[in-house]
């Protein structure tokens, strides 16, 4: 071997004339070899002996014990010596190292992982997929289950009825599992057992502390249930045969390719509040999800300190199937695997270690970019950006992965995709790639700053300027691509629902010279959703790029919505201007001239548009003071009261308020306000002075409130 390396058991040399005591091949021989390569993985590639080391080492002339120790972990250096004792009668078998060092180095749940890929390694490329897809679920909530019980002290589990209680299935866990995989993965398998050394060694308890003991039974039972329940309400469930949508990931439709993808929209939606979810009792104490440590080679993507995730995460030993997962990818051939493999991705992204992250998912969901089928290449996308947001410490070796890998391959969806299902998925996603490219170049910007010192300070900035405006630069092309070419409603609804992201990446000025004409131009559209959209997430939007552009760009964008012929419109522009009037985005008399122009629509008939003004007017209230209150806003509403009103809350205004117009009425007014502005011929020679009909007059409590929609309805007419 080129490396000189020589991992061959010590009693397979014989000197001259030498005769061997056994004539063949031995298992004790491999347990050699392996500790040898256990050795050498732990070491970073340090061989442990070469040909003239391991002779020296079979004749007591050489020690290997001060290059094992320079491995981390003490378990490690302790298999590892034993492994390679040159007695090879007290060398273990493989089964007898797995019993011995459990659980301090391969925990319980080891067997049923070891059951879970020798299935799968028998399979074909389809099959395997599927077999994971339908069995993951039970291996982890077996993980799970042992990991929660690992952590519970023994004193607990010592009694019979705890013990009892430990060694309980847990519900609804493998229920679904056929007979061939229930034994492998069931939880009585890998639960302790009652101990009858423990029972029998307890001490009897005495009459006057039974209800101690009761109280101890009590405790045990309740903190068993606690952990299976929230076993089964953590583990991300993939069964796709099951139709339980809290429990598993969301399916997608695949009935309509060319579709508006709303229901994958909503699907992301709930998929993201029950990340979120995770996320918040992660940090309030619940499930651990800690990633590896890291070394010196990795940069911090979310600026956490080395010593804050120094606890291993134990779904971490998932790495073990990805391999003959992913192995399988190119031998596909159904789509409809494909995107159980998408989902897969999402999956394993989640728990597996960044460096596993980024050279063992990456490039299999980059591959499956390029599929030929529409919807794996929008799944494909969506585990991209979930893959890449999951990330916490980039390997320095992965710096320049965006702009040299991925940034390329999505300009090429940009310039040659035409399927509007993944456009759909390209402009939902988008925001999450930008952000993820950004906080790539930000780690390596400050490893870089942190480690080399030949490098002065202004120098590092520019060479990061110019990265930046290198990325900003081809997602711009991107963004423009998309909402120019061959766009639709459904691109643009699915666009903005992350723009407020989108801005943090290209910045002030960038997001106010380039994407706020941008998403302005929405309204033109003739989809009253894409409108909704628009003042759903145009908040967020006005937050970022300021009070100036606010009030002069959006606000009469806002007010122009006022009179849309759809109410959810109307609605949901109310709704913007409410709550941009508690984050005090407006200046005071701007405060007035909504006032004035949202009054009248405290007599509409729908009952949120009232709701909506009623919300602004209190918002107001709360930012001006009592003399504003007094002189401005309390005379605009006052036409549409019919109490006094002494103090301005939510429900005083919604008791004073008049009683709103009924719907007849508002249709018949602004029937006739048309007619009067928009004049029609004399019918049956009725004419009158200036040949146009003279409009009935209109009672005076309908004239504010209609003038509000004349002009609109007027140009609708024409």
């Not at 659980?103 to 879970?116: D, I, M, Q, S, V």
């Not at 190119?330 to 728990?351: C, D, P, Y």
């Not at 992201?501 to 997001?511: D, I, K």
Request: proline share 6%; glycine share 4%.
């Amino acid at each position: 071997m080129s490396r000189r390396t020589c991992y061959i058991a010590p009693e397979r040399f014989l000197k001259v004339g030498q005769t061997p005591e056994k004539t063949g091949l031995e298992p004790t021989m491999d347990i050699f070899s392996l500790g040898c390569v256990i050795a050498e993985l732990f070491l970073e590639g340090i061989r442990l002996f070469d040909l003239s080391q391991l002779l020296a080492y079979r004749e007591g002339h050489y020690d290997p014990a001060p290059v094992i120790d320079r491995i981390p972990n003490k378990h490690i250096q302790d298999i590892v010596l034993h492994m390679i004792q040159k007695n090879p009668l007290k060398r273990y078998s493989a089964a007898g190292y797995l019993t011995e060092w459990s659980p301090a180095l391969f925990p319980k749940y080891y067997e049923n992982l070891h059951t879970f890929v020798s299935q799968m390694n028998v399979l074909d490329p389809d099959q395997k997929i599927s077999h994971t897809a339908q069995h993951l679920p039970d291996l982890l909530a077996v993980i799970s289950q042992q990991q929660q019980l690992a952590a519970v002290p023994s004193s607990v589990l010592c009694t019979p009825a705890a013990a009892a209680a430990a060694a309980a299935p847990s519900r609804g866990v493998v229920a679904s599992a056929p007979p061939t995989i229930l034994t492998a993965l069931s939880v009585d398998k890998t639960l302790p057992p009652a101990t009858p050394v423990a029972a029998a060694t307890a001490p009897a308890v005495p009459a006057t502390h039974a209800h101690s003991a009761m109280d101890q039974t009590k405790r045990s039972k309740m903190l068993r249930d606690t952990v299976v329940r929230r076993t089964s309400l953590r583990i991300p469930q993939l069964n796709l045969n099951v139709q339980q949508k809290e429990h598993e990931l969301p399916e997608d439709s695949d009935d309509d390719e060319e579709g508006d993808g709303e229901e994958e929209e909503d699907d992301d939606e709930e998929e993201e509040e029950r990340e979120q979810r995770h996320d918040d009792e992660d940090q309030q104490g619940g499930r651990k999800s800690v990633e590896r440590t890291p070394s010196s080679t990795q940069m911090s993507v979310t600026g956490e300190r080395a010593g804050e995730r120094d606890r291993r995460n134990p779904l971490e030993s998932l790495v073990v199937v990805v391999p003959s997962l992913t192995s399988a990818i190119r031998g596909v051939q159904f789509a409809s695997t494909k995107l159980v493999m998408a989902k897969l991705i999402r999956v394993f992204a989640r728990h597996v270690t960044d460096e596993d992250r980024m050279q063992r998912l990456l490039p299999y969901t980059m591959l499956l970019l390029s599929d030929e089928a529409p919807l794996v290449r929008a799944l494909a996308i969506k585990a991209l950006a979930f893959l890449l947001k999951h990330v916490k410490h980039l390997p320095t070796s992965d710096a320049q992965v965006f702009p040299e890998y991925i940034l390329p391959a999505l300009l090429h969806i940009k310039n040659e995709e035409k399927s509007e299902l993944v456009r759909i998925f390209f402009a939902r996603h988008l925001p999450s790639l930008a952000d993820s490219s950004r906080r790539f170049l930000e780690s390596a910007y400050l490893f870089t700053r942190g480690t080399s010192s030949h490098l002065p300070f202004s120098s590092q900035q520019e060479l990061f300027e110019k990265s930046l405006v290198t990325l900003q630069r081809g997602f711009h092309d991107i963004v423009q691509d998309i909402l120019t070419r061959n766009v639709t409603s459904a691109i643009k609804r699915a666009f903005l629902t992350d723009i407020v992201r989108l801005c943090t990446f290209f910045g002030h000025q960038r997001a106010n010279d380039f994407l706020l004409p941008l998403i302005i131009s929405f309204l033109n559209d003739k989809d009253w959703r894409v409108r909704c959209a628009f003042f759903v997430h145009i908040v967020g939007v006005s937050v970022f790029v300021g009070r100036n552009s606010l009030e002069s760009f959006i606000l009469p964008c806002i007010q122009q919505a006022f009179s849309d012929q759809e109410e959810f419109v109307v609605d949901k522009a109310i709704g913007s201007v409410a709550c941009l009037c508690e984050l005090n985005m407006f200046g005071r008399r701007t405060l007035f001239d909504l006032c004035e122009k949202l009054a009248p629509f405290l007599l509409h008939p729908n009952v949120w548009i009232r709701y909506g003004v009623i919300a602004v007017i209190d918002r107001m209230a709360r930012h001006l003071t009592v003399a504003d209150v007094q002189c401005f806003v309390l005379p605009c509403i006052r036409p549409f009261l019919a109490h006094e009103l002494l103090t301005f809350t939510e429900v005083n205004l919604l008791q004073c308020a008049l009683t709103p117009v009924t719907r007849q009425a508002l249709s018949k007014a602004l029937q006739l306000n048309l007619d009067e502005v928009s004049p029609q011929p004399p019918v049956g020679g009725a004419e009158t002075s200036g040949g146009s009909v003279q409009a009935k007059p209109m009672p005076a409590v309908f004239s504010p409130f209609v003038a509000t929609f004349v002009d609109h309805s007027a140009e609708v007419t024409n």
